[in-house]
Each structure stands twice: as C-alpha cells, then as structure tokens.
C-alpha cells in the first residue's frame, strides 16, 4: 500500500485543486451532461485539505461547517485508501469543531460513492431534486458516537 499524506494546499496549488475537482466532476458524471458543463465554482481551495500518493495529487476533502461539501479522487488512486483517509480528516475536523452529526449530499445515481460512504458509517437521511440540474439527490448523515440516528425522510 502507497503512503498517503494528507495537508493543506498552498496558495500556489488552489488552481490545481480545482482541476483535479473538474477532471472527477466530469469522469463520474460525463455522462449526465458534457464534460466542463458543470463549471466548479470557485472556492477557497486552501481550505481543503490535499492527498498525495508517492508526491502525486490525487485527491481532495473540502468541509463547510457540519458539511463535507467535496470530496474526489483521480479514478487511478481509488480503492487505495485515499477517499477512506481524507473523509476520516474531514469528520475529524467537523468533530474538533463540536458537529455531534455530519451531513454530505451525493447524486443519487452514483452508487458506487452511495456505497462506499455507507460502508464507513454514513446512512441515506433523505433524498431530493437538485436545486439546478435534472437529477436527483441523496443527504447523507453520520452521527458521532452515541448520538441517535433517525431513519430516512421522504421528500
């Protein structure tokens, strides 16, 4: 298994941040739309926080309050840990911020993340219409121990 280390850009790097964030933006959901369609905004990337396998980026956690609001991996660095390790920073940092529970949205059709995100704890809290595009949503929850997890709500 590749070392994976985890750290904060510099400022020097935002722009290949959200590069990597297009380039997996547009290989999962290509088929949704045209790649480059859905533009990433731009962010404050140095807030993120950065995976490198060997010295090569290959992934990114982003977290806006109780939210993980990105999170990516180039397709040739999955299943090697690096999804796994930076959403383990991200709920770290949302706890050390005093969140009791932690919520991510997902697109409902990409199982494969769907899958992953419930195979580390998370559980569906309930599904919705995207607020731009044509497809829908799924809100995720984890709760920190020994909170209540409450069962799927309907739109």
């Not at 369609?37 to 980026?57: K, Q, R, S």
């Amino acid at each position: 298994m590749a070392e994976i280390t985890i750290r904060r850009p510099v400022l020097q790097e935002c722009a290949a941040v959200r590069a990597l964030v297009q380039t997996v933006v547009d290989e999962t959901y290509g088929h949704l739309w045209a790649p480059s369609t859905f533009a990433i905004e731009e962010e404050d990337w140095t807030l993120a926080w950065t995976a490198f396998v060997n010295g090569e980026f290959v992934g990114m956690v982003l977290t806006d309050q109780e939210w993980i609001s990105d999170l990516w991996a180039l397709r040739h660095a999955r299943r090697q840990g690096v999804g796994r390790k930076l959403l383990a920073h991200a709920e770290a940092e949302l706890a050390g911020h005093g969140h009791r529970s932690f919520h991510l949205r997902v697109v409902k059709s990409n199982t494969e993340s769907t899958l992953f995100y419930q195979h580390l704890g998370w559980q569906i809290s309930r599904e919705f219409p995207h607020e731009k595009l044509p497809i829908a949503m799924l809100e995720m929850v984890k709760f920190c121990e020994g909170e209540s997890m409450s069962p799927m709500r309907s739109v």
